[in-house]
């Protein structure tokens, strides 16, 4: 019973959520998806090889560093938190916080060929279980956070005009990074761990 109320007000709430914030919610995945497809047709205009983004690729080659990449997917996610936050000194600044939206789907394009490109059933393993948890969770911590802070603008310095503004802003981004530092440790590390494990 106490889970099913739990249930009703996380839906609830998602629903108010979506409803007051849906103009927000619906530009960053246009923006998300818009990076994808133009990741996707300039990884297969330029016709590099990007297979190096496959992490089952870089596991048999021995190049993948499990403690790089958790840490360097951590510092773009924070780093993203953390731009957007000072994007809010001002209203106008919300595209470059939506331009950081459309670089993530674009890295998520150029994955997909990158997995796709050698093998079938290895490269859609990596998407599923690696570029998808990652990249998703990801853009959907920045727009969360992109509906938090410009909604708290106010006056000529934005979230900045006052002190507990930014106080606010900035403890409601700490469960957001901890949601994208769980998702980067299942992609970066558990993941590729389970596959050296159990497939080498």
Request: contains cysteine; glycine residues 10%; positive net charge.
């Amino acid at each position: 019973m106490k889970t099913k109320r739990r249930a009703a007000y996380f839906f609830t709430s998602l629903k108010l959520f979506l409803r007051e914030y849906r103009l927000f919610v619906l530009l960053g995945c246009l923006c998300l998806l818009g990076g994808v497809v133009v990741g996707v047709l300039s990884a297969r205009s330029f016709g590099e090889d990007y297979y190096k983004l496959n992490f089952i690729f870089e596991l048999h080659s021995g190049s993948y560093s499990f403690a790089k990449t958790f840490f360097l997917a951590l510092l773009f996610g924070w780093g993203g938190l953390a731009l957007i936050l000072l994007c809010g000194f001002n209203r106008w600044l919300i595209f470059p916080a939506f331009f950081l939206v459309a670089f993530l789907g674009y890295r998520l394009g150029l994955g997909f060929v990158g997995c796709l490109q050698p093998s079938g059933a290895g490269g859609v393993a990596c998407v599923i279980f690696f570029y998808l948890p990652l990249y998703l969770t990801a853009g959907t911590v920045f727009i969360v956070y992109i509906c938090m802070v410009f909604s708290s603008i106010c006056g000529a310095c934005g979230v900045f005009s006052s002190a507990s503004s930014v106080k606010r802003l900035f403890f409601k981004a700490l469960p957001l990074s901890l949601v994208f530092a769980a998702a980067a440790f299942f992609s970066c590390i558990l993941i590729p761990l389970l596959y050296k494990l159990f497939f080498m």
